[in-house]
């Protein structure tokens, strides 16, 4: 597609359920990020791959948050055991290796999980 | 630690009224700096950036912002504001040399009075 592709854009979970949100980059995007927004706490940095590695995982919060890069391409981030505080939208953004430079980000629709 | 502050979660103006939107970050090496702009339901879209050379940016929609390291400082401005302009605004920093994530304000939500 033409861009960042995110699903599901809804979650519903029990507290204690494991989900997996997907992010499909723009193609040819070498980069790409995960951030999760919280009503009033903006975006908070979570992950960064470069190809299929992360250089850069300092923001995930716990070892609840996993999250893997295969093919260059499609990404996974996975929460085990949600908790309440876990809900929020979750912001996957890609970019080219220049822009991962420069900073220029393209962004998801966002996946909102909700935990019950 | 490196941080970006945007001043006032939530800026009311009137339909045609200037537009300013604070943004101040904290470091002595220059930064890369940008806005992003959210739309109800959407995701961030890149409003203007600033990396080098001419410290006045121009973005989309009659947006714009001035680079003042003096005051470590990037502000967004817009002459006369447009209901379609009502989104939250996202400030964020680079810091060169550095590789990765963009570190982002918490957001100011503009809303437009008719």
């Known amino acids: 597609g033409a861009g960042v592709s995110q699903s599901p854009s809804n979650k519903v979970t029990e507290k204690g359920k494991d989900v997996e949100l997907r992010c499909d980059p723009i193609?040819?995007?070498?980069?790409l990020y995960w951030y999760r927004q919280s009503l009033g706490q903006g975006l908070e940095f979570l992950i960064y791959?470069?190809?299929?590695?992360?250089?850069?995982k300092s923001g995930l919060p716990s070892d609840r948050f996993s999250a893997e890069r295969t093919g260059g391409s499609v990404s996974t981030l996975t929460i085990q055991r949600t908790q309440q505080e876990d809900s929020a939208v979750y912001l996957c953004a890609s970019s080219t290796r220049a822009g991962t430079n420069t900073g220029e980000l393209f962004f998801g629709e966002g996946s909102r999980l909700t935990v019950l | 630690a490196q941080s970006v502050t945007q001043l006032g979660s939530h800026v009311s103006v009137s339909e045609g009224a200037l537009v300013l939107l604070r943004c101040n970050y904290s470091s002595s090496v220059p930064p890369y700096l940008f806005w992003y702009v959210q739309y109800p339901n959407q995701g961030l879209q890149l409003l203007l950036k600033?990396?080098?050379?001419?410290?006045l940016v121009k973005g989309i929609n009659g947006f714009e912002a001035e680079f003042k390291k003096s005051e470590t400082s990037f502000h967004l401005t817009k002459p006369s504001a447009h209901m379609s302009d009502a989104a939250e605004y996202f400030c964020a920093v680079r810091y060169g040399g550095s590789q990765g994530n963009l570190i982002f304000g918490k957001g100011t939500k503009l809303s437009v009075k008719p």
């Open positions: 600033y990396t080098t050379g001419a410290t």
């Open positions: 193609s040819g995007h070498t980069a």
């Open positions: 791959f470069q190809g299929n590695s992360a250089p850069d």
